[in-house]
């Protein structure tokens, strides 16, 4: 690998890894404080691509509003998804099985409802960044890879803001070792849970919104959340940095291997390796343990 | 003036109060004790909104307070919980903020903050710890500034100084005293039954979810019966 070939395919690595960490932390940030493994995220992800690809080809021809806009609806889908799956098993206290079984009931139900639906068609976004590439020197990198690195950085940077200085994000954090007692800090925990989802959506609808533009939109498109959900483990199940980071190192070691070994031999390296790094550090890259003293 | 009116309470077959009836006046420290499994962290729960009872009302100053957690705050009874429940993966000064939560205005966060700081200096020099990095009695310690944040007008104390050691127990005592001379309105919810019904105006002795005594708190303490019978103490 030339030494150009090795940057341009490290910067676009860096910024699908970046959605791969949006991915990640999606799926961390719920499995946080209900501690479920939430395949639902992906199904989120799905109607957010399908979503994202219906507002740019039919309401508005700009990439910032049609992108803030899925968004957004990515939040709502995530709350609704919330109230009407999740809540009624949570206010019964039915064990976290249940959680993961509809989780995955839903994630089913929305691939096949769009296969159903829209199968066999390919749903192209349009192309609101012109192809035209960047040039940097003797770099030559995707201008639609840059933006996606940007704002994924931002949203990142942001909800740590949030996490850290608000006291909803407090709460967040605090609901992660136990969902039982802010409630006897006056917080309403329902409350607490349905911004964790909006978050958990909102970041849904990024990453749907994006892998419609850099793939196109299928059915299947939510199973991108493999990726996302194998960076959460590699990162540290509990630990949203942890997660965010491995999914940028994903993305770059996949992007590295495939310009060196290809497309067929680099999920066999990756997965290798992955299971090797888990035997070696079960918690994850910056897993942690905390103990509550009698 | 916090009332429990014939509070019975089922978990699922089991009933764990049985027609318990506490009064709190304002100002005062009431002493609840009893043996293991007695129903005491269950009367605490069930004033905070976090049990639901089956029978019988939980009333401040006559208005009746079956209302969710939260609003129980609101209306400035906070509980220190059993086993203290500090947020663990946060840090010291995060678990204050969480208890100032139904506090309006940074300000006044930032103002009970100090004083937590000046009341327990501990917390102040490790306010960027991890709350699962302090020592069992600096976590008991945090437990009571969380929910001093508030300005809590009835604090409902649970256990406050389960598996501390002597000096440190007596050290939450004073403080409870120091509380409730300042003001504080004060549930004591104790096994370490002598020192808690010494400090008690008033106490009530819990067994298998029923009263079976109540009087002024060095009454019960000294009482040879209650004492033997119900505390397990022996003369
Ligand atoms: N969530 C629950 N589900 C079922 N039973 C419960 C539950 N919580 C408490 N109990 C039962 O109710 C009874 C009273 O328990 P509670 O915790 O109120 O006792 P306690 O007086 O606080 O005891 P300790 O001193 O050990 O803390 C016990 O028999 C206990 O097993
Ligand atoms: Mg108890």
């Known amino acids: 690998m030339n030494l150009n070939i090795f940057f341009q395919q490290l910067i676009n690595g860096i910024s699908l890894g970046g959605v791969y960490a949006l991915m990640a932390v999606g799926f961390g940030i719920i499995f946080n404080v209900l501690k479920f493994s939430n395949f639902s995220h992906g199904g989120v992800v799905a109607i957010c691509a399908y979503l994202g690809y219906f507002l740019a080809t039919r309401v508005a021809g700009s990439l910032w509003i049609t992108l803030l806009a899925t968004t957004l609806l990515g939040g709502v889908v995530g709350v609704l998804v919330e109230k009407l799956v999740f809540r009624p098993i949570r206010i019964k206290g039915r064990p976290l099985t249940y959680f993961f079984v509809n989780s995955i009931t839903v994630a089913m139900l929305v691939q096949q409802f769009f296969s159903a639906l829209w199968g066999y068609d390919y749903y192209p976004y349009p192309e609101f960044i012109k192809k035209t590439a960047l040039h940097i020197g003797r770099l030559v990198v995707s201008k639609t890879y840059l933006m996606m690195l940007f704002i994924s950085a931002l949203v990142l940077l942001g909800l740590t803001l949030f996490l850290r200085k608000t006291k909803q994000g407090i709460a967040i954090r605090a609901a992660s070792s136990d969902i039982w007692t802010p409630s006897l800090m006056g917080i309403n925990t329902d409350f607490i849970i349905s911004i964790t989802f909006f978050i958990a959506g909102v970041l849904a609808g990024i990453t749907g919104y994006f892998l419609g533009m850099t793939y196109t939109v299928t059915p299947f498109i939510g199973s991108f959340i493999l990726k996302g959900i194998i960076a959460a483990i590699v990162g540290g199940m509990g630990s949203l940095t942890g997660g965010g980071i491995a999914g940028v190192l994903l993305g770059v070691v996949e992007s590295l291997l495939i310009a060196e070994l290809g497309a067929a031999v680099t999920p066999i390296v990756i997965y290798a390796g992955i299971i090797i790094l888990l035997l070696v550090r079960p918690q994850g890259i910056a897993g942690k343990l905390y103990t509550i003293k009698a | ?235």
């Open chain 2, 1 to 235: 003036m916090l009332v429990v009116e014939n509070l019975t309470v089922c978990y699922g077959g089991i009933t764990a109060l049985d027609n318990v009836s506490i009064t709190i006046p304002d100002g005062k420290i009431v002493g609840l004790v009893g043996a293991n499994g007695a129903g005491k962290s269950t009367t605490i729960n069930t004033i905070s909104g976090m049990v639901i009872p089956s029978g019988g009302n939980v009333k401040l100053d006559g208005e009746s307070l079956l209302i969710p957690p939260q609003e129980i705050v609101k209306k400035g009874i906070v509980q220190v919980p059993e086993g203290r429940r500090i947020f663990p993966s946060i840090t010291v000064q995060e678990n204050l903020i969480l208890g100032a939560y139904t506090l309006k205005g940074g300000e006044k966060v930032e103002e009970n903050m100090q004083r937590m700081f000046e009341l327990f200096p501990v917390l102040g020099e490790r306010k960027n710890q991890d709350g699962g990095t302090l020592s069992g009695g600096e976590q008991q310690m945090l437990a009571i500034a969380r929910a001093l944040m508030s300005d809590p007008r009835i604090l409902l104390l649970d256990e406050p100084s389960l598996g501390l050691a002597p000096k440190l127990v007596l050290e939450i005592f004073n403080m409870i005293q120091e509380l409730n001379n300042r003001g504080l309105t004060i549930l004591l919810v104790e096994q370490n039954a002598q020192k808690a019904l010494n400090i008690s105006d008033y106490a009530y002795v819990l067994e298998t979810g029923r009263i079976v005594a109540e009087g002024e708190g060095k009454r019960i303490a000294e009482d040879p019966i209650v004492k033997k019978a119900y505390l397990g103490i022996e003369e």
